[in-house]
């Protein structure tokens, strides 16, 4: 983040990058260290497919970990989900106009007034300004693009950056996955002395996709509570109707990568038909929000972001409403909180935020041992929502039982993967989606 008068930005070669950024962060010394090799791209060790099941061992090492969770799938209690189909006014979702109309306007209110807030519009003033402008990147596989991404409120100004690589080698336009990263800014590093399977940009572009991130809790607000600092302190600071805005952390970091797309509409190497999101864990939660919201995310790639993600609120399985807004309450609006003891009463549940999506791409991603997570209750989001899809015509609706472990579900414009390990946004993890945004694209 950067305040004052925009200052004049000069063009500069990837390799004094680190002069031209003067606040970058700088990875970790351990990190540092690491030998500059690509992620591991075999995937030998998930050829194999199986019934997800949990071995009592394993359930009884999770509750001496998490003693505060149920982890087992016996002990959840009985649930109603709100209605997909039923207006606030009693009435039935009859046709798709109905739904697109009216009950996803209905939907999105909602979500903003008791789960993620009210976010600013696109700012009048937002610029875009090249920073960094390497064509030979990678040994000439890709271009590489800094965008610093800046607006002004009154004399001041607010600034976050993009980084950016595009395919060379592509004939057309290059569908681009969006990273929001809210991990340590190496995990992006543009200059790829640091590489690491968060962010395979390698692999990707090998692949014929063009790779973009924001370090959206380094640089746009801060993931941490009473910040002072931040996109959203900007606004509280500045903005004339500032108690216009209710945003919550994730919302912000949302309406960041909205900004970005914004940016993409200028880019004349990036297809504008074919712009994915992609986040992991907390910035799952993101990415969700941002295509519930953004009908310009053509896809969606929520990966094991559990809790005010994808999974059900009302199955008190992993993580609970009440434990995330405890210890993350800046995560969310107050009002979210109020329901922890009353989950029943709560007016919406997150099989609604995942049909928002609808008719475009939606990917859920989760991990055989991220039991906090909760899977199995991203999955049945998922096989609800997906009603919507086939209200539109445009996938059939999902049922039981859960994929194979390792195996990619794809359904049209759905997609699930249930892969074998801990919580993490792996190799193997971006393979399936890119595999998803192959069948998708049309690639």
């Given amino acids: 983040m950067k305040f004052g008068l925009l200052a004049l930005l000069l063009l500069v070669p990837a390799s004094t990058l680190a002069a031209a950024e003067t606040k970058a962060k700088r990875a970790p010394a351990a990190e540092q260290s690491r030998v500059p090799n690509p992620p591991n791209t075999d995937f030998s060790a998930f050829e194999k497919k199986f019934s997800w099941s949990l071995s009592e061992e394993f359930l009884q090492a999770q509750s001496v970990r998490q003693t505060s969770s149920n982890l087992d799938e016996a002990k959840v209690a009985p649930y109603t989900l709100p209605e997909l189909f039923t207006f606030a006014d009693g009435r039935k979702v009859v046709t798709a106009a109905d739904w697109e109309q009216r009950r996803r306007v209905e939907l999105l209110a909602t979500f903003r007034r008791e789960v993620y807030g009210v976010s600013p519009p696109r700012p009048t003033t937002l610029t875009f300004r090249p920073i960094v402008s390497d064509p030979q990147a990678l040994g000439g596989q890709a271009t590489l693009r800094r965008i610093a991404i800046a607006f002004q409120l009154g004399a001041e100004t607010f600034t976050y950056h993009l980084t950016l690589f595009v395919p060379n080698r592509r004939s057309g336009k290059a569908p681009v996955f969006l990273l929001l990263n809210h991990r340590s800014p190496a995990n992006t590093d543009p200059t790829r002395r640091t590489r690491s399977e968060f962010w395979p940009v390698e692999y990707a572009i090998a692949r014929g996709y063009a790779m973009a991130a924001i370090d959206v809790a380094d640089e746009v607000d801060p993931d941490k509570p009473g910040a002072t600092t931040g996109v959203r302190a900007f606004y509280r600071r500045l903005h004339p109707n500032q108690a216009e805005f209710t945003w919550a952390t994730l919302a912000a ?148 039982p859960m994929p194979l472990v390792n195996d990619l579900l794809v359904a049209g414009p759905l997609a699930y993967h249930l892969r074998a390990g801990t919580h993490a946004l792996t190799t193997y993890d971006w393979k399936l989606h890119l595999d998803h945004a192959d069948t998708l694209f049309g690639k």
Wanted: with cysteine; charged share 20%.
């Fill in 253 to 400: 970091w949302a309406w960041s990568g909205s900004r970005a797309v914004d940016y993409f509409e200028t880019d004349p190497d990036i297809d504008l038909a074919k712009i994915a999101v992609i986040g992991h864990s907390r910035t799952g939660k993101t990415a969700l929000w941002a295509a519930a919201q953004d009908t310009r995310f053509a896809l969606a790639c929520v990966n094991c972001a559990g809790e005010g993600g994808p999974a059900l609120s009302r199955r008190n399985f992993g993580e609970t409403l009440g434990m995330i807004t405890r210890n993350f309450p800046y995560w969310f609006t107050p009002t979210y909180a109020g329901y922890a003891d009353k989950i029943a009463a709560l007016p919406i549940d997150q099989h609604q935020l995942v049909a928002l999506v609808a008719p475009r791409g939606y990917h859920g991603a989760d991990a055989t041992q991220d039991l906090h997570a909760d899977p199995r209750g991203s999955w049945l989001a998922l096989v609800e929502a997906s009603k919507v899809w086939a209200l539109q015509g445009r996938a059939r609706a999902l049922s039981d």
